[in-house]
């Protein structure tokens, strides 16, 4: 056994607070927990959902019939859907469960990242199917662009409330710049 990649092990497993033996890739899940996922993952929804509104807008006032313009938007607004739902579901796995006034305020978050999903999801599916009858991403965009700023007004109003509950019920507000107690 090379010294270097014992000191390496064990070094890793002082770090881990996990004996050499017992070292592997679910130890590691155990120690650190999927608690961690659903806060990575919510930033994708927020961003692509409001910057694929932006775009569909911007293609929409200027009446770009460029299909580069309309595509694009579509593609953003898609991955924005993607990402929605494998947020949403993330927090309903992995997410705390909270009690009293986070409770109601998970639930109204909770809620509301259903119903950003779901706009977002029919958004696409209306495109979708224009396109295939059609041929024309467009057919339907006076109803997408208000679904559309339907989802990204639900989007923003899911992060405010996820906000709240982190920095003001799960957070010690001193350790963010808050007051102090």
């Given at each position: 056994m090379n010294?270097?990649?014992?000191?390496?092990?064990?070094?890793?497993a002082?770090l881990?607070?996990v004996d050499?033996?017992?070292?592997s890739?679910?130890?590691l899940?155990?120690?650190?927990?999927?608690?961690?996922?659903?806060p990575?993952?919510?930033?994708?929804p927020?961003?692509l959902?409001?910057f694929?509104?932006?775009?569909?807008?911007l293609?929409?006032?200027?009446?770009?019939?460029s299909?580069?313009?309309?595509?694009?938007?579509f593609?953003?607004?898609l991955?924005?859907?993607?990402?929605?739902l494998?947020?949403?579901?993330?927090?309903g796995l992995?997410?705390?469960?909270?009690?009293e006034?986070?409770g109601?305020?998970?639930?109204?978050?909770?809620?509301?990242?259903t119903?950003?999903?779901?706009?977002?999801?029919?958004g696409?599916?209306i495109q979708?199917w224009?396109y295939y009858?059609?041929?024309?991403?467009?057919?339907?965009?006076?109803?997408?662009?208000?679904i559309?700023?339907l989802a990204a007004?639900?989007?923003?109003?899911?992060?405010?409330?996820g906000?709240?509950?982190?920095?003001n019920?799960l957070?010690?507000?001193t350790?963010?710049?808050?007051?102090?107690a």
């Amino acid at each position: 056994m090379n010294s270097l990649n014992y000191v390496n092990d064990v070094f890793l497993a002082e770090l881990l607070n996990v004996d050499q033996k017992g070292f592997s890739f679910w130890t590691l899940i155990d120690d650190f927990g999927f608690d961690h996922v659903h806060p990575m993952l919510v930033h994708f929804p927020v961003a692509l959902g409001v910057f694929g509104v932006f775009v569909y807008i911007l293609t929409y006032i200027f009446k770009q019939q460029s299909p580069c313009w309309k595509s694009m938007s579509f593609l953003i607004l898609l991955f924005a859907f993607i990402s929605a739902l494998v947020a949403a579901t993330s927090g309903g796995l992995f997410a705390y469960n909270l009690h009293e006034t986070p409770g109601k305020i998970e639930g109204w978050h909770s809620t509301m990242a259903t119903i950003t999903t779901i706009l977002f999801g029919l958004g696409c599916l209306i495109q979708i199917w224009g396109y295939y009858k059609w041929r024309d991403l467009w057919k339907y965009k006076h109803w997408c662009l208000l679904i559309y700023i339907l989802a990204a007004i639900c989007v923003l109003i899911t992060a405010f409330l996820g906000s709240g509950m982190v920095f003001n019920f799960l957070v010690n507000p001193t350790m963010v710049g808050g007051p102090s107690a």
